[in-house]
């Protein structure tokens, strides 16, 4: 594996235990807290530039086949919406 995609993946888990963090701290706000908004700007934030990330990674590895979509099977969401 080459150092850039141990470092890739080291970020996957950095922003992963981030936002469980941060997920943590939400459950104890109130949706009308400034800090609430924050907080998920952040997660959404962190998320779509590690997205990005990964995928133009993936592009490179794949080019051929970088227009053919993945499907990942994650389940059926429950009654919160959670999967």
């Known amino acids: 594996m080459l150092k850039r995609d141990r470092e890739l993946l080291a970020r996957v888990a ?9 997920t943590l701290e939400l459950l ?3 949706i009308d807290d400034k800090a609430y908004s924050l907080g998920l700007r952040q997660i959404g934030q962190a998320f779509g530039q ?34």
């Not at 950095?14 to 941060?22: K, L, S, W, Y």
């Not at 993936?58 to 994650?74: G, H, K, Q, R, Y």
């Open 14 to 22: 950095q922003v992963h235990r981030a936002t469980g963090d941060i």
């Open 28 to 30: 104890a706000l109130e």
């Open 50 to 83: 590690l997205a990005t990330e990964l995928v133009a990674r993936a592009e490179e590895l794949n080019a051929s086949t970088a227009d053919t979509p993945v499907v990942l099977e994650l389940g059926e969401p429950n009654a919160e919406g959670a999967v």
